[in-house]
Protein backbone atom coordinates (compact mmCIF):
# COMPACT_ATOMS: atom_id res chain seq x y z
CA UNK A 1 0.00 0.00 0.00
CA UNK A 2 1.32 3.66 -0.59
CA UNK A 3 2.91 5.42 2.22
CA UNK A 4 1.09 8.59 3.73
CA UNK A 5 3.96 11.39 4.81
CA UNK A 6 2.77 12.67 8.40
CA UNK A 7 4.05 15.03 10.92
CA UNK A 8 4.02 15.35 14.92
CA UNK A 9 3.73 19.10 16.14
CA UNK A 10 4.48 18.51 19.79
CA UNK A 11 6.70 15.74 19.88
CA UNK A 12 8.36 16.76 23.24
CA UNK A 13 5.14 16.05 25.20
CA UNK A 14 3.44 12.92 26.47
CA UNK A 15 1.24 12.28 23.69
CA UNK A 16 3.59 13.09 21.45
CA UNK A 17 5.98 10.61 22.50
CA UNK A 18 3.06 8.31 22.14
CA UNK A 19 2.19 9.54 18.82
CA UNK A 20 5.76 8.44 17.85
CA UNK A 21 5.59 4.68 19.37
CA UNK A 22 2.81 4.43 17.71
CA UNK A 23 3.45 5.64 14.31
CA UNK A 24 6.92 4.16 14.10
CA UNK A 25 5.41 0.52 13.51
CA UNK A 26 2.61 1.80 11.57
CA UNK A 27 2.40 -0.13 8.42
CA UNK A 28 0.76 3.21 6.13
CA UNK A 29 1.92 6.08 8.03
CA UNK A 30 5.10 7.70 7.56
CA UNK A 31 6.79 9.61 10.21
CA UNK A 32 8.41 12.80 7.79
CA UNK A 33 8.87 15.89 10.40
CA UNK A 34 8.96 16.04 13.74
CA UNK A 35 8.20 18.91 15.72
CA UNK A 36 8.40 21.36 18.69
CA UNK A 37 8.67 24.83 19.95
CA UNK A 38 12.68 24.90 19.63
CA UNK A 39 13.75 22.28 17.68
CA UNK A 40 17.98 22.27 17.67
CA UNK A 41 17.72 18.45 18.93
CA UNK A 42 17.35 15.07 17.85
CA UNK A 43 14.39 12.43 18.58
CA UNK A 44 16.66 10.10 20.52
CA UNK A 45 18.28 13.31 22.87
CA UNK A 46 14.46 14.41 23.62
CA UNK A 47 13.58 10.47 23.84
CA UNK A 48 16.12 8.38 24.85
CA UNK A 49 13.84 5.35 24.90
CA UNK A 50 14.20 5.75 21.00
CA UNK A 51 17.82 5.69 20.46
CA UNK A 52 18.59 3.45 17.79
CA UNK A 53 14.22 3.33 16.81
CA UNK A 54 13.99 6.59 15.29
CA UNK A 55 17.15 8.68 13.80
CA UNK A 56 15.48 11.95 12.92
CA UNK A 57 15.69 15.62 13.85
CA UNK A 58 13.50 17.30 15.76
CA UNK A 59 12.61 21.08 14.01
CA UNK A 60 11.35 23.81 15.01
CA UNK A 61 7.51 23.68 13.62
CA UNK A 62 7.24 25.88 10.96
CA UNK A 63 3.39 25.15 9.02
CA UNK A 64 4.74 25.54 5.32
CA UNK A 65 7.92 23.38 5.98
CA UNK A 66 5.32 21.12 7.10
CA UNK A 67 3.11 20.85 4.44
CA UNK A 68 5.62 20.23 1.86
CA UNK A 69 6.74 16.97 3.67
CA UNK A 70 3.02 15.46 4.98
CA UNK A 71 0.10 15.11 3.89
CA UNK A 72 -1.72 15.11 7.50
CA UNK A 73 -0.43 16.53 10.91
CA UNK A 74 -1.10 15.69 14.41
CA UNK A 75 -1.08 18.11 16.87
CA UNK A 76 -0.20 17.65 20.84
CA UNK A 77 -0.31 20.75 21.67
CA UNK A 78 -1.76 23.34 24.54
CA UNK A 79 -5.02 24.73 23.44
CA UNK A 80 -5.00 27.83 21.57
CA UNK A 81 -1.55 26.89 20.36
CA UNK A 82 -3.05 24.16 18.47
CA UNK A 83 -5.70 26.12 16.50
CA UNK A 84 -2.96 28.87 14.67
CA UNK A 85 -1.15 25.85 13.39
CA UNK A 86 -4.19 24.04 12.72
CA UNK A 87 -5.66 26.88 10.37
CA UNK A 88 -2.61 27.55 8.82
CA UNK A 89 -2.36 24.07 7.72
CA UNK A 90 -5.59 23.72 6.08
CA UNK A 91 -5.00 26.49 4.41
CA UNK A 92 -2.02 24.57 2.70
CA UNK A 93 -4.29 21.18 2.19
CA UNK A 94 -3.12 19.36 5.28
CA UNK A 95 -5.14 16.76 7.12
CA UNK A 96 -5.13 17.80 10.50
CA UNK A 97 -6.23 15.48 14.17
CA UNK A 98 -5.78 18.20 16.78
CA UNK A 99 -5.91 16.44 20.45
CA UNK A 100 -6.27 20.02 22.27
CA UNK A 101 -9.72 21.62 23.15
CA UNK A 102 -9.86 23.73 20.15
CA UNK A 103 -12.20 22.34 17.79
CA UNK A 104 -14.15 20.13 20.45
CA UNK A 105 -16.95 22.69 21.62
CA UNK A 106 -19.33 24.98 20.33
CA UNK A 107 -18.25 28.61 19.72
CA UNK A 108 -19.67 30.03 22.91
CA UNK A 109 -19.09 27.28 24.91
CA UNK A 110 -15.21 27.10 23.95
CA UNK A 111 -15.02 30.90 24.14
CA UNK A 112 -17.00 30.83 27.71
CA UNK A 113 -14.61 27.96 29.04
CA UNK A 114 -11.05 28.72 27.44
CA UNK A 115 -10.35 31.81 25.61
CA UNK A 116 -11.55 33.82 22.04
CA UNK A 117 -11.36 31.42 19.16
CA UNK A 118 -9.20 32.20 16.52
CA UNK A 119 -9.70 30.07 14.01
CA UNK A 120 -14.06 30.21 13.52
CA UNK A 121 -14.33 29.26 9.92
CA UNK A 122 -12.79 25.87 10.55
CA UNK A 123 -14.56 25.11 13.92
CA UNK A 124 -17.71 24.83 11.95
CA UNK A 125 -16.28 22.19 9.96
CA UNK A 126 -14.40 19.65 12.52
CA UNK A 127 -15.39 16.41 13.30
CA UNK A 128 -15.35 15.28 16.92
CA UNK A 129 -13.39 12.75 17.09
CA UNK A 130 -14.94 9.90 19.03
CA UNK A 131 -15.26 6.60 16.20
CA UNK A 132 -18.22 4.90 17.95
CA UNK A 133 -20.32 7.93 17.31
CA UNK A 134 -19.03 9.66 14.76
CA UNK A 135 -16.89 7.72 12.35
CA UNK A 136 -19.14 8.46 8.99
CA UNK A 137 -18.56 12.56 9.99
CA UNK A 138 -14.82 11.68 10.57
CA UNK A 139 -14.26 10.12 7.42
CA UNK A 140 -15.62 12.98 5.54
CA UNK A 141 -13.24 15.59 7.25
CA UNK A 142 -9.84 17.01 6.96
CA UNK A 143 -10.02 18.69 10.84
CA UNK A 144 -10.39 15.80 13.72
CA UNK A 145 -10.89 17.21 16.93
CA UNK A 146 -9.66 14.73 18.78
CA UNK A 147 -12.25 13.92 22.53
CA UNK A 148 -10.52 14.80 25.66
CA UNK A 149 -9.60 11.71 27.98
CA UNK A 150 -12.36 12.48 30.56
CA UNK A 151 -15.09 12.35 27.64
CA UNK A 152 -13.58 9.65 25.91
CA UNK A 153 -13.62 6.93 29.06
CA UNK A 154 -17.49 9.29 30.33
CA UNK A 155 -19.33 9.63 27.17
CA UNK A 156 -18.25 5.81 25.92
CA UNK A 157 -20.00 4.41 29.49
CA UNK A 158 -23.13 6.72 29.68
CA UNK A 159 -24.44 7.05 26.38
CA UNK A 160 -25.67 3.67 25.80
CA UNK A 161 -27.89 4.48 29.00
CA UNK A 162 -29.14 8.18 28.58
CA UNK A 163 -32.25 7.21 26.77
CA UNK A 164 -33.02 4.61 30.06
CA UNK A 165 -32.55 8.12 32.19
CA UNK A 166 -35.28 9.61 34.80
CA UNK A 167 -35.65 12.88 33.22
CA UNK A 168 -34.11 15.98 35.44
CA UNK A 169 -32.00 13.86 37.43
CA UNK A 170 -28.24 14.54 38.89
CA UNK A 171 -25.75 12.35 36.97
CA UNK A 172 -22.32 11.88 39.09
CA UNK A 173 -19.39 11.22 37.39
CA UNK A 174 -16.37 10.72 39.76
CA UNK A 175 -13.24 10.60 37.33
CA UNK A 176 -9.42 9.50 38.40
CA UNK A 177 -6.74 9.95 36.33
CA UNK A 178 -2.97 8.93 36.18
CA UNK A 179 -0.72 11.99 36.40
CA UNK A 180 0.43 12.50 32.99
CA UNK A 181 -3.12 13.52 31.80
CA UNK A 182 -1.99 17.03 33.16
CA UNK A 183 1.19 16.90 30.87
CA UNK A 184 4.92 17.31 31.37
CA UNK A 185 4.64 20.63 32.62
CA UNK A 186 5.38 20.27 36.31
CA UNK A 187 3.19 22.06 38.74
CA UNK A 188 2.61 22.68 42.95
CA UNK A 189 -0.31 19.77 42.45
CA UNK A 190 1.78 17.42 40.42
CA UNK A 191 5.33 17.34 42.53
CA UNK A 192 6.33 13.94 43.65
CA UNK A 193 6.20 14.40 47.12
CA UNK A 194 2.59 16.28 46.59
CA UNK A 195 1.09 12.86 44.60
CA UNK A 196 3.35 10.22 45.54
CA UNK A 197 1.27 7.99 48.28
CA UNK A 198 -1.90 10.29 47.82
CA UNK A 199 -4.98 11.18 45.96
CA UNK A 200 -7.40 14.50 45.96
CA UNK A 201 -10.29 16.31 44.01
CA UNK A 202 -9.62 18.99 41.77
CA UNK A 203 -12.19 21.34 40.78
CA UNK A 204 -15.14 19.52 41.39
CA UNK A 205 -17.95 20.71 39.36
CA UNK A 206 -15.57 23.07 37.40
CA UNK A 207 -13.45 21.09 35.68
CA UNK A 208 -13.39 21.70 31.48
CA UNK A 209 -14.65 18.60 30.45
CA UNK A 210 -17.67 18.70 32.16
CA UNK A 211 -19.44 21.09 29.16
CA UNK A 212 -17.71 19.14 26.28
CA UNK A 213 -19.41 15.97 27.91
CA UNK A 214 -22.66 17.76 28.13
CA UNK A 215 -23.01 19.26 24.94
CA UNK A 216 -22.04 15.77 23.27
CA UNK A 217 -24.56 14.28 25.57
CA UNK A 218 -27.03 16.60 24.06
CA UNK A 219 -25.79 16.78 20.55
CA UNK A 220 -26.28 12.79 20.30
CA UNK A 221 -29.23 12.14 22.07
CA UNK A 222 -31.21 15.24 22.39
CA UNK A 223 -31.30 15.39 26.52
CA UNK A 224 -29.93 17.95 28.42
CA UNK A 225 -28.16 16.07 30.93
CA UNK A 226 -27.08 17.54 34.53
CA UNK A 227 -23.71 16.67 34.46
CA UNK A 228 -21.90 16.87 37.98
CA UNK A 229 -18.18 15.98 37.29
CA UNK A 230 -15.70 15.39 39.59
CA UNK A 231 -12.09 14.58 38.54
CA UNK A 232 -9.11 13.33 41.04
CA UNK A 233 -5.39 12.66 40.48
CA UNK A 234 -4.35 9.17 41.35
CA UNK A 235 -0.40 8.48 41.94
CA UNK A 236 0.43 6.96 39.16
CA UNK A 237 1.57 7.29 35.49
CA UNK A 238 -0.82 6.47 33.37
CA UNK A 239 -4.53 5.15 33.50
CA UNK A 240 -8.00 6.30 33.98
CA UNK A 241 -10.61 5.11 35.55
CA UNK A 242 -14.42 7.17 35.72
CA UNK A 243 -17.00 5.87 37.90
CA UNK A 244 -20.74 7.12 37.06
CA UNK A 245 -23.94 7.01 39.11
CA UNK A 246 -27.33 7.80 37.46
CA UNK A 247 -30.65 6.24 37.88
CA UNK A 248 -33.14 4.69 35.45
CA UNK A 249 -36.74 5.61 34.57
CA UNK A 250 -37.87 2.15 34.96
CA UNK A 251 -35.46 -1.05 36.00
CA UNK A 252 -34.40 -2.85 32.97
CA UNK A 253 -31.57 -5.20 32.71
CA UNK A 254 -27.94 -2.46 32.49
CA UNK A 255 -25.49 -4.79 31.70
CA UNK A 256 -28.11 -6.48 28.74
CA UNK A 257 -28.24 -3.24 27.39
CA UNK A 258 -24.22 -2.17 27.53
CA UNK A 259 -23.66 -5.64 25.99
CA UNK A 260 -25.96 -5.07 23.13
CA UNK A 261 -25.00 -1.59 22.26
CA UNK A 262 -21.44 -2.27 22.07
CA UNK A 263 -21.73 -5.93 20.27
CA UNK A 264 -20.20 -4.65 17.42
CA UNK A 265 -17.39 -2.48 18.46
CA UNK A 266 -13.66 -4.02 18.49
CA UNK A 267 -12.33 -1.57 20.49
CA UNK A 268 -14.89 -1.67 23.84
CA UNK A 269 -14.87 -4.41 26.14
CA UNK A 270 -18.09 -4.88 28.36
CA UNK A 271 -16.55 -6.90 31.03
CA UNK A 272 -18.51 -9.14 33.98
CA UNK A 273 -15.91 -7.58 36.50
CA UNK A 274 -15.32 -4.68 37.43
CA UNK A 275 -12.71 -2.79 35.21
CA UNK A 276 -9.26 -1.46 36.16
CA UNK A 277 -6.88 0.23 34.38
CA UNK A 278 -3.74 -2.05 34.37
CA UNK A 279 -6.04 -4.38 31.41
CA UNK A 280 -5.99 -1.14 29.34
CA UNK A 281 -2.82 0.17 29.77
CA UNK A 282 -1.01 0.37 26.68
CA UNK A 283 -3.93 -0.20 24.54
CA UNK A 284 -7.01 1.21 22.26
CA UNK A 285 -9.34 -0.83 24.43
CA UNK A 286 -12.01 1.22 26.84
CA UNK A 287 -13.31 -1.46 29.24
CA UNK A 288 -17.00 -0.94 30.40
CA UNK A 289 -18.24 -2.36 33.68
CA UNK A 290 -21.83 -2.11 35.07
CA UNK A 291 -23.89 -2.89 38.01
CA UNK A 292 -27.35 -2.18 39.33
CA UNK A 293 -29.40 -1.70 42.54
CA UNK A 294 -32.96 -1.35 41.15
CA UNK A 295 -33.15 1.64 39.33
CA UNK A 296 -29.67 3.15 40.86
CA UNK A 297 -26.74 2.30 38.11
CA UNK A 298 -22.85 2.28 38.64
CA UNK A 299 -20.97 2.22 35.33
CA UNK A 300 -17.50 2.04 35.52
CA UNK A 301 -15.39 2.95 32.54
CA UNK A 302 -11.63 2.57 32.14
CA UNK A 303 -9.01 3.86 29.62
CA UNK A 304 -5.32 4.63 28.87
CA UNK A 305 -5.70 8.47 29.34
CA UNK A 306 -2.46 8.78 27.21
CA UNK A 307 -3.73 6.30 24.48
CA UNK A 308 -7.23 6.04 24.12
CA UNK A 309 -7.91 8.91 25.87
CA UNK A 310 -5.36 10.76 22.79
CA UNK A 311 -3.06 9.51 20.76
CA UNK A 312 -4.11 6.06 19.72
CA UNK A 313 -7.82 7.63 19.19
CA UNK A 314 -5.56 10.54 17.42
CA UNK A 315 -4.06 7.57 14.59
CA UNK A 316 -7.26 5.86 14.62
CA UNK A 317 -8.87 9.30 13.34
CA UNK A 318 -6.31 9.79 10.78
CA UNK A 319 -6.97 5.96 9.38
CA UNK A 320 -10.70 6.38 9.14
CA UNK A 321 -9.42 10.00 7.38
CA UNK A 322 -7.38 7.96 5.20
CA UNK A 323 -10.05 5.43 4.29
CA UNK A 324 -8.07 2.41 6.10
CA UNK A 325 -9.68 0.47 8.68
CA UNK A 326 -9.42 1.75 12.33
CA UNK A 327 -7.92 -0.51 14.17
CA UNK A 328 -4.62 -0.57 11.29
CA UNK A 329 -1.28 -0.10 13.42
CA UNK A 330 -3.18 0.33 17.11
CA UNK A 331 -2.57 -1.83 19.98
CA UNK A 332 -4.64 -4.28 21.61
CA UNK A 333 -1.69 -5.70 24.11
CA UNK A 334 -1.89 -4.32 27.74
CA UNK A 335 1.03 -3.34 29.53
CA UNK A 336 0.70 -6.13 32.25
CA UNK A 337 1.83 -7.75 35.18
N1 LIG B 1 -1.83 14.10 28.56
C1 LIG B 1 -2.99 13.53 28.29
O1 LIG B 1 -3.35 12.47 28.87
C2 LIG B 1 -3.93 14.15 27.29
C3 LIG B 1 -5.12 13.47 26.98
C4 LIG B 1 -6.00 14.03 26.05
C5 LIG B 1 -5.69 15.25 25.46
N2 LIG B 1 -4.55 15.89 25.79
C6 LIG B 1 -4.27 17.17 25.12
O2 LIG B 1 -3.22 16.95 24.18
C7 LIG B 1 -2.40 18.13 24.07
C8 LIG B 1 -0.95 17.76 24.39
O3 LIG B 1 -0.93 17.23 25.70
P1 LIG B 1 0.40 16.68 26.41
O4 LIG B 1 -0.04 16.09 27.69
O5 LIG B 1 1.19 15.87 25.43
O6 LIG B 1 1.15 18.07 26.68
P2 LIG B 1 2.69 18.33 27.09
O7 LIG B 1 3.29 17.09 27.63
O8 LIG B 1 2.68 19.54 27.94
O9 LIG B 1 3.36 18.67 25.68
C9 LIG B 1 3.02 19.85 24.97
C10 LIG B 1 3.80 19.88 23.68
O10 LIG B 1 3.43 21.06 22.96
C11 LIG B 1 4.64 21.70 22.52
N3 LIG B 1 4.43 23.14 22.37
C12 LIG B 1 3.94 24.01 23.29
N4 LIG B 1 3.89 25.26 22.76
C13 LIG B 1 4.35 25.16 21.49
C14 LIG B 1 4.53 26.08 20.41
N5 LIG B 1 4.23 27.37 20.53
N6 LIG B 1 5.02 25.61 19.23
C15 LIG B 1 5.32 24.31 19.08
N7 LIG B 1 5.19 23.38 20.05
C16 LIG B 1 4.70 23.81 21.23
C17 LIG B 1 5.63 21.38 23.60
O11 LIG B 1 6.92 21.58 23.06
P3 LIG B 1 8.17 22.14 23.94
O12 LIG B 1 8.82 20.92 24.51
O13 LIG B 1 8.98 22.81 22.93
O14 LIG B 1 7.58 23.05 24.97
C18 LIG B 1 5.30 19.91 23.85
O15 LIG B 1 5.88 19.10 22.87
C19 LIG B 1 -2.99 19.15 25.07
O16 LIG B 1 -3.87 20.03 24.40
C20 LIG B 1 -3.77 18.28 26.05
O17 LIG B 1 -4.85 18.94 26.66
C21 LIG B 1 -3.65 15.36 26.68
Known amino acids: MKKIDV ?7 YTGLELLKILINHPVFNITYVANSTGGISVSELHPSLDS ?3 MD ?7 ELASVAQLAFLALPHKTSMSFAKELLALDVKVVDLSADYRLKLETYEEYYCPHEDKENLKFAAYGLAE ?9 KLVANPGC ?25 AKSGLSGAGKKLSDTTTFVNISENTFAYNPFKHRHAPEIKE ?6 DIDAKINFVPSLLPVIRGMLVSIYITLDEVCDAKQILKEFYKDDEFVRVKDNPVNIKDTSGTHFCDLYVEQNGDAVFISSSIDNLLRGASSAAVVNANLMCGLEQSIGISKIAYVP
Open 53 to 55: VLD
Open 150 to 174: YPTATLLGLLPFVPYMKKDTNIFID
Open 7 to 13: AIVGASG
Open 216 to 221: KVLELT
Open 58 to 64: IKKVDAK
Open 133 to 141: FYEDQIKNT
